[in-house]
């Protein structure tokens, strides 16, 4: 049975290999950046510390970030995909990117673990005080609007962005 985990250190093979079906794309949910270094120990060390820090609302969010809860979906120690609850919306996110992001590794779609985690975040969402989250993906992307949509997202609008065009949505809690 999967669960959701914080960032840890020791799934560091394990999130290798899973970053190895992806390739060399964006990660929605991980909060991996571009100038991350995950293949060494250290590296990978001081990501995941950033990823943990990224959380705790006593210590000022970086410039142009906000406070954001990454967990890892995991089962049998196998990391089959992330995701990300931001608890406010700057403008980039307002416009394009949404308090909530997940991805699931390509091995583990079509198990419904996408839709289990939106939901356990949505909670976490309650719990933080946000009343209304907002849910943006791909406009190609038919898997994650229909999972948007499960979990009582309404389509405010289809937009163009920085992030190429998206449908955004809306889910009250």
């Known amino acids: 049975m999967p669960h959701l985990i914080t960032p840890t250190i020791r799934l560091h093979d394990a999130w290798l290999r899973s970053r190895a079906e992806w390739g060399p794309v964006h990660q ?45 979906i995991v089962e049998d120690d196998e990391l089959l995909g ?57 406009v190609t992307n038919e898997a994650s609007a229909r999972t948007i949509e499960k979990h009582g997202g309404v389509l405010e609008d289809i937009r163009d962005s920085e992030i190429g065009r998206v449908r955004r949505y809306w889910v009250t809690l």
Do not use: Q
């Open 28 to 72: 929605p949910g991980s909060g991996l950046r571009p100038n991350d270094d995950v293949e060494s120990a250290a590296g990978f060390a001081t990501w995941v510390n950033r990823l943990r820090t990224e959380e705790d609302t006593a210590i000022p969010a970086a410039e142009g970030l906000v406070h954001c809860t990454y967990r890892w």
């Open 82 to 138: 992330a995701i990300s609850l931001r608890h406010t919306l700057n403008d980039f996110l307002f416009r394009a990117g949404g308090h909530i992001g997940y991805g699931i590794r390509p091995s583990a779609r079509r198990r419904g673990l996408a839709s289990w985690a939106l939901g356990e975040m949505l909670g976490e969402a309650g719990k933080l005080g946000i009343d209304r989250v907002m849910i943006s993906c791909d």
